[in-house]
């Protein structure tokens, strides 16, 4: 079965980046992109951006713009976004999920908390 | 992009049906059918109810249904059960390979 595995909960500081894995399992991991999405506490799912697994390519909400990196290591199946310089206003739990007519399979998610 | 438009909270009773609207503009609910709802219950990751704007993934009951008009996407739960109490987020295509989420709707079941 088609399963999103993320990594677990991180604790930073301001300024500092995280880099959140996302390994899929279950399908052809080049055949569907991963799209990021975030959510902060208590607010409505915000969308990130996306990578397209069988090339690499990026999408980037101009909300991150110069922020936040996407790549992928195909050889582990696995989609990564790392979000740098980070501010308080950034904790929050980030899902990955695969996009394919729909976003019919997300990660658990991974808490963030920025706080000094 | 500006988020999607949904009202902050419906209310049914069991049995009853309810409709979030979802509005957006030209650009993204009215210019493309890529129309998605999301259901997420507290502290869990959200599940796809329904895509391209009236299709329902397999196991998803077919209470849930989805339709567009102009720029507006809407979500119908016919036949309310205490377990569609949950937030629910639309989601279109917004040109450019971006999406946009609207602010989601709480339901409450009473």
């Known amino acids: 079965q088609v399963q999103l595995v993320q990594s677990g909960t991180e604790v930073k500081k301001p300024g500092a980046s995280v880099k959140v894995s996302c390994t899929a399992s279950g399908y052809t991991f080049t055949s569907y992109e991963i799209i990021w999405v975030r959510q902060a506490p208590g607010q409505g799912l915000v969308w990130m951006g996306w990578v397209t697994t069988a090339n690499g390519n990026t999408k980037c909400s101009q909300e991150f713009q110069g922020r936040l990196t996407f790549t992928t290591d195909t050889s582990a199946n696995t989609a990564y976004m790392e979000l740098s310089s980070l501010r308080p206003e950034d904790t929050a739990v980030y899902y990955c999920?695969?996009?394919?007519?729909?976003?019919?399979?997300w990660g658990q998610g991974t808490l963030v908390t920025v706080s000094s | 992009q500006s988020a999607l438009t949904q009202p902050r909270s419906v209310s049914g009773s069991p049995g009853q049906s309810v409709t979030i609207s979802c509005t957006g503009t030209s650009s993204d609910i009215g210019g493309y059918d890529f129309v998605s709802w999301y259901q997420q219950h507290p502290g869990k990751a959200p599940k796809v109810m329904i895509y391209?704007?009236?299709k329902r993934p397999s196991g998803v009951p077919d209470r849930f249904s989805g339709s567009k008009s102009g720029n507006t996407g809407s979500l119908t739960i016919s036949g309310l059960q205490a377990e569609d109490e949950a937030e629910y987020y639309c989601c279109s295509y917004a040109g450019s390979n971006t999406l946009v989420f609207g602010g989601g709707t709480k339901l409450t079941v009473l």
């Open positions: 999920a695969r996009n394919g007519g729909g976003l019919h399979f």
């Open positions: 391209d704007v009236n």
